[in-house]
């Protein structure tokens, strides 16, 4: 939802993955970084961060939001499926094992998020972005204003009124666009 929110507002996004706004090259850090440095005042997706580390000596900002775990890992089954994965075990099994991860590994990413920038990080929660998308957006232009001002009535136009509950059936893409 950020990065789709931060493309209409105008901000320059890296991606290699049409809709979902992701860039492949993700994948390869810590190891293969170099690339980073031509991401510079672009906003690019990095999954898990504790596992797909940037390097530090860059400038950042970031950007981490939160969802209730429960819905998080519903939200991820439903990705899941959707890609024609099938589950190692039962459904009940299978968001305990992603609420579990999620909540181990958010702080985890949290800290080394807070590590690599300099006073520029933003977290919120999924929830709260719903509730108040005009507060968010204004939050990610000041976040991101040394590149530029951005749209902020057409950030907050990318957020659907709806309830944090997962969704059946829709991925962000749908959501979102």
Not at 34 to 49: E, F
Request: glycine content about 6%.
């Amino acid at each position: 939802m950020t990065m789709h929110m931060l493309k209409a507002g105008g901000h320059p996004v890296f991606a290699d993955r049409p809709g979902s706004l992701e860039h492949s090259r993700m994948t390869t850090l810590p190891g293969e970084h170099v690339w980073m440095q031509s991401v510079d005042g672009a906003a690019i997706k990095i999954n898990d961060p504790h596992i797909f580390t940037p390097p530090m000596g860059l400038d950042y900002a970031a950007v981490f939001l939160t969802r209730d775990h429960y819905q998080q890992a519903k939200s991820m089954q439903k990705l899941e499926a959707e890609a024609g994965k099938k589950l190692d075990r039962s459904v009940r099994g299978d968001l305990r094992k992603k609420m579990n991860w999620l909540r181990k590994s958010e702080p985890r990413c949290i800290k080394i998020l807070r590590g690599l920038v300099k006073g520029r990080f933003l977290e919120r929660t999924f929830e709260s972005v719903l509730r108040d998308p005009k507060t968010y957006a204004m939050q990610l232009e000041a976040l991101t204003k040394k590149h530029q001002q951005l749209d902020i009535p057409a950030m907050v136009n990318v957020v659907r009124e709806r309830g944090p509950e997962t969704l059946p059936g829709f991925i962000e893409t749908e959501i979102y666009l």
